[in-house]
């Protein structure tokens, strides 16, 4: 089955700097990656996601690069801000499945 | 636009007890989800249902159910609960079938003591 690894599971960075977080999975049929923030308390918040027909994606600060052949994917934030701290996961599924196989989690710090 | 709500937020039971999760999707929304999240194994699936059918399971044991209503609303059941049942149990919920823009409400904290 679909395994996905996610590194580093810790990211400490300084206001204003860029944080970038990268996933790799197994099954080469995924094509639906999704990145979530988990704030303290919370369930997990979709912030962006992309398909594999697609290399990149960006939203405001965020964007997400995703490499077919390497079955690699990032998370990049650009100009982070002190409420970006939470732990990030990104995901991978078949589009016509209905389970998402997550990573572990990195938990971003960003320091005023 | 209402987000998915879970009820109860919180609960505490003991060893061999069973007990019953609820979730509401996002009004429209006609797949749910089930995660448990734990801080050794992280966001686990447990199964999918829509149009009141378990469409996918994960590999959990048969002691976790679930069921979906005509209204889309979800429970799961956890029978013959064991401490390693203790967790943070996810709903998630799409539009259609399959995972994709799967939002997910803020769970229920399960203790089994």
């Known amino acids: 089955g679909e395994n996905v690894e996610q590194h580093p599971s810790t990211l400490s960075v300084q206001e204003g700097d860029s944080a970038v977080i990268k996933c790799t999975y197994s099954?080469?049929?995924?094509?639906?990656f999704p990145w979530y923030k988990q704030e303290l308390g919370k369930g997990p918040q979709l912030i962006i996601d992309?398909?594999?027909?697609?290399g990149e994606k960006k939203d405001q600060r965020i964007a997400v690069t995703l490499n077919k052949t390497a079955k690699h994917f990032s998370l990049h934030i650009t100009e982070t801000q002190p409420e970006d701290s939470a732990v990030y996961f990104c995901?991978?599924?078949?589009?016509?499945?209905?389970?998402?196989?997550f990573g572990k989690g990195t938990k971003l710090s960003v320091k005023p | 636009k209402a987000g998915v709500t879970q009820t109860p937020r919180y609960l505490i039971k003991t060893r061999g007890q069973q007990v019953t999760l609820s979730c509401s999707p996002i009004?429209?929304?006609?797949?749910v989800s089930w995660y448990q999240q734990t801080p050794g194994q992280g966001l686990q699936f447990l199964f999918e249902?829509?149009?009141?059918?378990?469409?996918n399971k994960g590999n959990f044991p048969g002691r976790f159910s679930g069921r979906q209503f005509s209204n889309s609303r979800s429970e799961m059941n956890v029978s013959t609960l064991e401490l390693g049942d203790s967790a943070l149990y996810l709903c998630?919920?799409?539009?259609?079938?399959?995972?994709?823009?799967?939002?997910f409400g803020q769970g229920t904290r399960l203790t089994v003591v």
């Open positions: 998630a919920s799409s539009l259609d079938r399959g995972a994709t823009e799967a939002f």
């Open positions: 099954d080469s049929a995924s094509n639906y």
């Open positions: 992309i398909r594999s027909n697609v």
């Open positions: 995901a991978a599924s078949l589009r016509s499945q209905g389970n998402l196989i």
């Open positions: 009004s429209g929304h006609r797949s």
């Open positions: 249902y829509f149009s009141e059918t378990q469409r």
